[in-house]
């Protein structure tokens, strides 16, 4: 059954909406976007932090299997005791009317269900890459999304970035040219005994986890989507640690301008992220990319034939944690004004396709 | 019919050696290697200007289409007008004794007719990549140095380059520990109208003339011989350059230990020639990469998990034409002391076996 929100608004006048949407009615206005965060690991830590800088969101619930440590955290963050979740008691979310929103900043294996708890529970969910472990849970997610009439963004964090931005702002205006081809890299060496070893949580190795980057780049930065793939995975270190997903992935991938992009991703080596673009009259490399700070954007490019090229180095002065800050501000600022945010539940859906493709073309080698 | 020298040196003694291989003689002790120079281009005037630097080698003829032009660049060079060629007569060269050597600098469709016609004469070839146009060609014009018992090497300049020599040494001492993926790219924007852009003349498109610079620097990198290959060709502008060759190359490959690359050429963009080598403790990028001088090798590896790291970011002070230079020695030293050359004709071959697998596996998609 799908909803729109204005079915349900209709629902509303009929006294029915309230059986299914419990805490559907929009935001009041006038205050900051209230987030329940999910998972409290890392990145959760770093978002919230985000979130404590910016002027539209803030944090006001957590759920999490620790309670010693979601207390600690709702000290910091001044959270009332009763706004701490876990994740049996979860849906009970639904009638805290300070939630707006959650962050679901759990394993991937958990993203699908999180995503369409907390829809049910009539929030709107900022959910981490990668969107989910399937081409299924991620359509499942947007359709349970729809149908509760919430808001459904992915973490896409680089999308936010003003050196990114700033990439694209230099293609688009024609800067470098026709592009013609980019290079993108992204991984590093990875600790026995995490949980994205485990294909059940992950849901893949490095691709699904950093190489995705490079893939959401080229997108990004081309504008197009690629229409074919051709990939090799391999496995180098026989120490334990890639018993279930890969080690390295090396793909190729063709846009339909002709455009294409050659990429890696590790779990086995130091690769800082990078990508490089090459024009018909320039060239733009980000390098490091993908990190949550310390971007430099360095380009060149010639108006013309033998004019003196423009020739930027831009170090992006901006400290941890301004990305999630800035995506946070984004997602509130939809939720706050009723407009789609610029990587919706489709987007994250588009990366998975291609990963699934990806691993598909390298099975078959 | 396949001569080795020593067989040469036997038939020698009974008279008959003298009517297959007319200047076999070995090249006279204590005098530099004399070089005839075949194609009057841009590299090889670098060449030249190389030869010019070196301690061990010098020009003694020139063999070109242009008489006025032969004739002044042998006046700079001091060769004498008896020892200028041109395509007609160049077969008498084999009873010029102060050549030692060619130097085959032609459009890349010619260099196995002038590599095995100096073979005939009995000189030793340094032939520039890539080495012909097709494995057929490469096979004939090492079957025909081998008869003749002349050293046959291909002008992989890097390979003589100490920032590349640095990179391998790195790789090779275990710096980085090890590898897990490179990326690499070369290309430029052509001008139309070169014979580049003529398929007859050049066997291929951007892969095979400045593609194989990182085709072969994933090969001196890893010290493997790749396994298999995935490409895409793609032209994007269709004004008139691009009727006989692609414009783009997107391509990845698989060495044996699981290593793998991810590799982009071009012919419509600027694209500095770089390459990423991705360690378990480290990385190494030099870039630019494959010009002439310029060069820069960045570093940075951990001897162990939490060690300070060691960073290096080494500039090659040297300036044109220090590796035609080099590699000029290089070959002499080879000549004077009966030693094989580091990059053989069967260097050369291997990488036009896997251009053609390349250009194979991308056709196919």
Redesign the interface.
Known sequence: MHWTRREFAKLGGLGIAARFAPALAAQPAGRPTGYAIIGLGRIAAIFMSGIRNSSNSRVVALVSGHPDKALRIAADYRVPENSIYNYDNFDSIATNQQVDAVYVALPNSMHAEYTIRAAKAGKHVLCEKPMANSVAQCEQMIASCKSAGVKLMIGYRCQYDPTHLKAIDLIRSGA??????????F?F?IQPGEWRLDKKMAGGGPLVDVGIYSLNATRFLTGEEPG?F???T????HDGRFTTVE????????FP??????????Y?????G?Y?V??????IEVSSAFVYEGLRLRA???AADGAAPTRLDEPNPAHIPYQFQTEAEHFSHCIQNGVEPKTPGEEGLRDMRYIAEIYK?AAA?
């Open positions: 470098i040219g026709q592009l013609q081809a980019i290079e993108s890299a991984g060496n074919d051709k990939a090799y391999s496995t180098i270190d080690e390295n992935v090396s793909w190729t991938m063709k301008s002709g455009i294409m992009a050659a990429c890696n991703t590790t086995g080596g130091q690769m800082e990078f490089r090459h024009g018909a009259k320039g060239w060149e490019y010639f073309t080698s």
